[in-house]
């Protein structure tokens, strides 16, 4: 905004007292001031144009369901998160689906620029054991489990089928991992039934 003068000249063409600029590179507006006398006067001004903050974000761009990761932006003094609305530099999230995060974030100059980091969610595997879940005494059963690509028993076993002989009630419980590296388990319990007493009765002495 201009002042001086009845009317005005700005380099840029404009007549107004007042204009609005929108530079991208530093520019230097100069105005002629013309008063009721027909005197004249200039007057400039340089504008600096500020570049705009670059903000990153880094953390994992993956997670298996059930997991959390730790974003963390750099590039400005302030930060606001969406969605969370969070104000630090580094958040924690554990999203459910796959979520795409946005940081707008204000540098010392109060320049204003936005980062955004996607979390995707993996599925967890779904595991199951198949197998007889009872044996008789002195028994076995094979447990074979599925939905992984690698296994991990409770009895320290690393295949998919194991054979299970229990000398009393026991659960069997088995880690699988799938190809994302998501882990989920799966148990059963397998029960001993006891032998039967086997009676013979009669008489003992025959002629």
Do not use: M
Not at 92 to 100: A, G, L, N, R
Not at 107 to 117: L, Q, S
């Amino acid at each position: 905004t201009a002042s001086g003068g009845s009317s005005y000249l700005w380099n840029t063409g404009q007549t107004t007292t007042a204009i609005t600029v929108n530079p991208v590179v530093n520019t230097t507006y100069r105005v002629t001031a013309t008063d009721g006398n027909g005197c004249t006067g200039t007057a400039s001004v340089l504008v600096t144009v500020d570049p705009l903050p670059t903000i990153q974000v880094v953390g994992d761009n993956t997670i298996c369901r059930g997991e959390s990761t730790t974003l963390t932006a750099s590039g400005a003094v302030s930060y606001v998160w969406s969605p969370g609305n969070q104000t630090t530099a580094s958040i924690t999230v554990s999203p459910q689906v796959t979520t795409t995060y946005t940081v707008t974030g204000t540098d010392a100059n109060g320049c204003i620029n936005t980062g955004t980091r996607t979390v995707t969610v993996n599925p967890l595997p779904t595991v199951s054991i198949a197998g007889t879940p009872t044996v008789c005494e002195g028994g076995s059963t094979l447990l074979t489990a599925s939905g992984g690509v690698t296994y991990l028993w409770n009895t320290g076993q690393t295949t998919a089928a194991i054979t299970a002989i229990p000398t009393a009630n026991t659960t069997y419980r088995v880690t699988a991992t799938d190809n994302n590296g998501c882990t989920a388990t799966a148990s059963v319990l397998v029960t001993i039934n006891p032998n039967p007493i086997a009676v013979i009765t009669g008489d003992l002495t025959i002629c």
